[in-house]
């Protein structure tokens, strides 16, 4: 593999007033964050915008109002900066997945970066070859399971050497010892995990944590207090009959 630098809190990712609207509806309402940490969670319920601010900072979506940079480029307009800065893990395979072999899906992110055919190969057995699944290779994507799947996205990604990786709910619809080999390998990772994710006990370790409510930032500091202010609030909100109005 190749030497990769690792980020250095200069090489963080900024959002400046940014605002994200659609269908007349707002989803973040003007958000100033500065993200240096090298462990980062988004704690938040479902519907509180987490997802859209991640594809924000992943440039898939354009702000309304405002800019978002990684490493002083905006996602958006420069997607070949991104392939060195950025990684994404979405919390479906399915959605990830383009290729029908475990190879081709490994080598089709390398060709974007310039390798040659044969470059890429190489580089996508070595990847699969240092996480024991040199077996791997061949196989036919569709006989994978669901969290064989989401180890192979996270394989690919970690084959481009991304400085950042954004997870959004990494542990969807995974069993408990697939949840536990996911959160061994990303522990001893070196790149910046932002995890974006309702479950506090997944960031509890981190060195910071924001939490998002309604679009904007309701809690934002060390783990510890955060975690323990949300899940506060989450048994309140449990405790309340609060959601028997339908939507409409």
């Given at each position: 593999?190749?030497?990769?630098?690792?980020?250095?809190?200069?090489?963080?990712?900024?959002?400046?007033g940014?605002?994200?609207?659609?269908?007349?509806?707002?989803?973040?309402?003007?958000?100033?964050?500065?993200?240096?940490?090298?462990?980062?969670?988004?704690?938040?319920?479902?519907?509180?915008?987490?997802?859209?601010?991640?594809?924000?900072?992943?440039?898939?979506?354009?702000?309304?109002?405002?800019?978002?940079?990684?490493?002083?480029?905006?996602?958006?307009?420069?997607?070949?900066?991104?392939?060195?800065?950025?990684?994404?893990?979405?919390?479906n395979?399915?959605?990830?997945?383009?290729?029908p072999?475990?190879?081709?899906e490994?080598?089709?992110?390398?060709?974007?970066?310039?390798?040659?055919?044969?470059?890429?190969?190489?580089?996508?057995?070595?990847?699969?070859?240092?996480?024991?699944?040199?077996?791997?290779?061949?196989?036919?994507?569709?006989?994978?399971?669901?969290?064989?799947?989401?180890?192979?996205?996270?394989?690919?990604?970690?084959?481009?050497?991304?400085?950042?990786?954004?997870?959004?709910?990494?542990?969807?619809?995974?069993?408990?010892?697939?949840?536990?080999?996911?959160?061994?390998l990303?522990?001893?990772?070196?790149?910046?995990?932002?995890?974006?994710?309702?479950?506090?006990?997944?960031?509890?370790?981190?060195?910071?944590?924001?939490?998002?409510?309604?679009?904007?930032?309701?809690?934002?500091?060390?783990?510890?207090?955060?975690?323990?202010?949300?899940?506060?609030?989450?048994?309140?909100?449990?405790?309340?009959?609060?959601?028997?109005?339908?939507?409409?």
């Amino acid at each position: 593999m190749r030497q990769t630098s690792f980020p250095t809190p200069e090489t963080g990712i900024l959002l400046d007033g940014v605002s994200y609207a659609v269908a007349g509806r707002t989803i973040i309402p003007g958000l100033t964050l500065r993200l240096t940490e090298r462990r980062i969670g988004i704690l938040g319920r479902n519907g509180s915008g987490k997802t859209t601010l991640l594809r924000l900072m992943a440039g898939l979506i354009e702000p309304t109002a405002g800019r978002v940079e990684v490493e002083g480029c905006e996602p958006a307009k420069d997607r070949r900066a991104m392939l060195s800065a950025l990684g994404i893990l979405f919390q479906n395979p399915d959605h990830q997945i383009i290729f029908p072999t475990v190879e081709e899906e490994l080598a089709f992110g390398l060709r974007q970066t310039g390798r040659s055919a044969a470059e890429a190969r190489e580089a996508a057995l070595a990847v699969l070859a240092a996480h024991g699944r040199a077996h791997w290779a061949q196989a036919p994507v569709a006989t994978l399971s669901h969290g064989q799947k989401q180890l192979l996205c996270l394989l690919a990604i970690l084959a481009m050497e991304p400085r950042t990786i954004l997870l959004d709910e990494p542990f969807a619809g995974l069993d408990l010892p697939m949840q536990i080999r996911l959160t061994r390998l990303l522990d001893g990772l070196p790149q910046r995990l932002v995890t974006i994710t309702h479950d506090p006990a997944m960031v509890e370790g981190y060195d910071r944590v924001i939490w998002l409510d309604a679009g904007q930032v309701r809690r934002n500091g060390p783990a510890a207090a955060v975690v323990l202010d949300y899940r506060a609030e989450m048994r309140r909100l449990g405790g309340l009959d609060a959601d028997t109005d339908l939507a409409g």
